[in-house]
């Protein structure tokens, strides 16, 4: 069974990217290891919350500007 799990900061995709992002990762893997795959194919999509994650010390939050804005 593919498994993708993608973690992206809260609100940073709207609904339509997620479904997006779902079909295209199942295509992708349909595409490599055939379409028997398609129905057991999970993608999961964690959105960590502000200041949840960091990267070389320092505590990220995401910027008003790149919220998504129908999330």
Do not use: W
Request: glycine share 8%; net charge negative.
């Amino acid at each position: 069974m593919p498994f993708a799990n993608f973690k992206t900061p809260q609100a940073a995709l709207t609904k339509t990217q997620k479904e997006e992002l779902v079909h295209r990762t199942t295509q992708m893997f349909v595409e490599y290891f055939g379409e028997g795959v398609r129905p057991y194919t999970t993608v999961l999509i964690e959105e960590v919350a502000d200041g949840g994650y960091g990267r070389a010390d320092e505590v990220f939050v995401i910027p008003d500007a790149y919220r998504a804005k129908d999330a």
